[in-house]
């Protein structure tokens, strides 16, 4: 039987962690790999509690128990078939979820005992279960003669296609890098998601079927060509539109939005870099990054493996408000990382010697106010209380707003203020034009990868039983 009580005798552990000395010399993740055993026994701490807490925190609803279990037996293959009955993309979640905001923070045994260690082990079932040669199998599927587009080949487009491969339809997926992943290639550094996974990731959905059409804008007239030829469009076009931080001179030399940085730094370290990329040298520099988020903890990481001599991350709220993984705080605190909190940035500070370059940033003192409707705290500044803090190169990484293509409003696209797609049609996902869909971030704003995964997922699921209602109807 079953030791229930084997979570007070093994502690949780996570694998093998780089040591930082190690780690901030490359781009390698900094997380090893669970073995065989030691992914059965932290599995085997689940205590499999009647109301699965971290099933339900989990924006995909996975499993998890179930696969916890499975793991324990020993029953890998199964546990890989199960944790893709929920999540296309299990492998890449196992990595960037925060977990500890999500099905760990949740977890039963979170409360003094150590949380299950999910993430590593549902990491742990993919990566191995891929080693031992298993793919999804699709012998069973019956081709539908149904084509679909996906503009995007992001987590939203990827999970779409997975679902859509699973009922039989062509799924071509359009994007205009020249890599899958959106993002999870091109904005998450290495050292969090090393891009061979996503390369893994592709040959598997080519090996489903999927058609990638790499390098493809989708201007307005392909988007014509598309809407003509298929059957139905999914839009996983993601927010790419930095949000402007509107603080005076910051268009001086010096100064660089988060996202180019970060786009560009990848493809360095791919050896990929063209001479439009954003390379800054960060070598002995000062650096500050302006922002609390994900994207300003990948800056800062990025920075430190770079070469700067200081790093600091300033955030308006405390350390408790900030919207960033506590995880990912804590490797760029590791790292060397200074953070300054309860400071807004009001101005880049030029050098006087070169008005054309920064030479640091205004700060003004902020407190924390009365929480909100949503639970969060208002940030109110301090009059007099400002202070300068020297800079070479300034990150700003105040978030990310949906980009609208110039050709939504030729098919009735309807949108809200912040521009985001308004779904929730006859059919979830399902946009004011009933041939187009769309999921991610393009419709709640810049959000998690597995909120994407969730939206790709139920938005394949509605635009397969639209186009096979349609045939069956036929």
């Known amino acids: 039987m079953k030791n229930v009580f084997q979570f007070l005798d093994l502690p949780r552990r996570l694998p093998r ?16 790999h669970f073995q065989g055993n030691e992914a059965a026994e932290q599995a085997g701490r689940c205590i499999e509690c009647g109301n699965p807490y971290c099933e339900w925190k989990c924006p995909v609803h996975n499993y998890i128990p179930n696969w916890l279990k499975l793991v324990e037996e020993g029953r890998l293959i199964e546990a890989a078939e199960l ?81 859509l491969r699973r ?51 989708v201007d307005r007239a392909k988007a014509t060509e598309l809407m003509r030829d298929f059957d139905a469009v999914f839009l996983g076009t993601g927010a790419y539109s930095s949000v402007d931080g509107r603080l005076p001179n910051q268009d001086v030399k010096g100064v660089y939005s988060a996202l180019p940085f970060l786009v560009g730094n990848i493809r360095r370290v791919l050896g990929t870099a063209g001479p439009d990329d954003v390379l800054p040298e960060l070598s002995g520099r000062r650096v500050v990054v302006l922002g609390g988020g994900d994207t300003a903890m990948d800056c800062v990481r990025s920075a430190i493996r770079l070469g ?72 109110r500044v301090l009059e007099g209380a400002e202070t300068s803090l020297s800079a070479d190169i300034v990150l700003m990484a105040f978030g990310f707003r949906a980009s609208p293509e110039a050709w939504f409003d030729d098919y009735g696209l309807e949108r809200d203020r912040s521009d985001l797609l308004q779904v929730g049609g006859r059919l979830p996902y399902q946009t004011s034009n009933p041939k187009v869909f769309a999921g991610g971030d393009n419709v709640r704003g810049a959000d998690l990868v597995v909120t994407a995964v969730h939206d790709g997922r139920e938005a394949g699921d509605a635009i397969a039983r639209m186009l096979l209602a349609d045939q069956q109807a036929a």
């Open 17 to 32: 962690e780089l040591p930082v000395k190690v780690r901030v010399l490359g781009w390698s993740e900094i997380y090893g």
């Open 83 to 163: 944790a893709h009955q929920t999540n296309p993309l299990p492998e890449i979640c196992g990595r960037v979820c925060p977990q500890d905001r999500l099905c760990e923070g949740d977890c039963t045994l979170n409360d003094g005992f150590g949380a299950v260690t999910i993430g590593a082990v549902e990491k742990y079932i993919v990566d191995e279960a891929f080693k031992q040669g298993w793919r999804p199998d699709l012998s069973g599927v019956v081709e539908s003669g149904k084509r679909v587009a996906i503009v995007g080949a992001g987590p939203a487009g990827l999970s779409c296609a997975d679902r």
């Open 167 to 217: 009922r039989g339809i062509a799924a071509h997926v359009f994007d205009r890098y020249e890599e899958i992943g959106g993002l999870l290639s091109f904005g998450i550094p290495a050292f969090k998601l090393e891009k061979e996974v996503v390369a893994t990731r592709r040959k598997v959905l080519e090996s489903m079927g999927v058609k990638f059409h790499l390098r493809t804008e």
């Open 308 to 379: 700067a001599a200081s790093v600091t991350c300033v955030y308006r709220r405390d350390e408790e408000d900030m919207p960033g993984s506590r995880r990912e705080v804590n490797n760029a605190r590791d790292e060397g990382v200074n953070f300054l909190f309860n400071r807004q940035p009001v101005a880049i500070e030029v050098d006087p010697s070169r008005s054309d370059r920064a030479a640091g940033v205004r700060l003004a003192r902020t407190e924390s106010g009365e929480p909100d409707a949503q639970g969060r705290r208002a940030c």
